[in-house]
């Protein structure tokens, strides 16, 4: 957590939920315990803290040469918000993989369920795309009705609670939601697809038969 110390001695503690605070810098050659290099755009970051540590060491050579990054700092600072993202993606990634599992056992249910209907409806001339869109209608519409539910209270939930948190944040946009929601419908659209097609390219004479 970046810190601060004002002239009176008291020490600042800054994050990233709260607004920056004026800052008042001022020089002070006695007091000067850190020294801050700029690095050329570019630059080989190894080789050139090698270097570094050279010239401090053969022009002060009393004293450890011990060099910390900005962005190792920018780390620790968003470390807790690091590891929470890769939880809830972990935990994100298992959910969407058990409703896809029960996703497909319902489906391959219901195509069971259906099968005797799908043959007669081949026989009377129903193409593989009319059998698919009516074998997966249902599905698609729970799909659509539960992206309608979701995307607001999304965009509510992280706009207005998670977000607000922090002092300076990108809020999340429709655009961001609708992909996710879209990576999800193609998911279960392949799902219902598989095995709607499958049981609509079936024979009707060996199914009607078994009937």
Known sequence: ??????PDGTLLVYDMYEAAAPLLLYNRPLGTHY????LKSGAHLQEALT???AVL???NPEYPVDLQSINDDLNQLFNTETLTGKLAGIFATLAIFISCLGLYGLVSFMA???TKEVGIRKVLGASEWILILLLSRGFLFLLTLASLVAIPATYLFFNNVVLNNFAYHVPIGV???LAGVM????IAIAMIGSQTLKVARSNPAEVLKNE
């Open 1 to 6: 957590m970046p810190t601060l110390t004002a």
């Open 57 to 59: 060491k053969a022009n």
């Open 175 to 177: 655009t961001e939601l």
């Open 183 to 186: 990576a999800v419908m193609v």
């Open 35 to 38: 020294l801050s290099i700029r």
């Open 112 to 114: 069971l369920q259906k």
């Open 51 to 53: 270097k570094v540590s």
